[in-house]
């Protein structure tokens, strides 16, 4: 059993940045993939990024891409969340994830192949 636990989230004016961090405990070894979704309200769960936790591997999808940037820290069991150049639109809850089923570019932001789910942190951006 995986317990992960996001922190971070906060408020910040748009341009600003802000990290997320996602510590997972409980180790379960066939962890493969690790990934950030996030929720508006009214909006569905969408999947932002996500890293193979063993080749380092990532995908984002486009509205963040060049913005945001994902890594693991294998030795802490730590995921993060890197958000630049934040804007209104990326106000939302942020959740970490993790599965495992190896990372694949047709699955990694479809939130049933993630069997792990952290409680979320709020992010909120002004303008």
């Known amino acids: 059993q995986v317990q992960l636990v996001e922190s971070g989230g906060g408020s910040a004016q748009a341009g600003g940045s802000l990290r997320l961090s996602c510590v997972a405990s409980?180790?379960?070894?066939?962890?493969?993939?690790m990934a950030w979704f996030r929720q508006s309200p009214g909006k569905e769960r969408e999947g932002i990024t996500a890293?193979?936790?063993?080749?380092?591997?990532?995908y984002y999808t486009d509205s963040v891409k060049g913005r945001f940037t994902i890594s693991l820290d294998n030795a802490k069991n730590t995921l993060y969340l890197h958000m630049n150049r934040l804007k209104p639109e990326d106000t939302a809850m942020y959740y970490c994830?993790?599965?495992?089923?190896?990372?694949?570019?047709?699955?990694?932001?479809?939130?049933?192949?993630?069997?792990?789910w952290g409680q979320g942190t709020q992010v909120t951006i002004s303008s």
């Open positions: 994830a993790a599965g495992s089923f190896y990372l694949d570019g047709r699955t990694w932001n479809t939130g049933k192949f993630y069997t792990y």
């Open positions: 409980g180790y379960d070894n066939t962890r493969r993939r």
């Open positions: 890293i193979a936790t063993s080749t380092g591997a990532t």
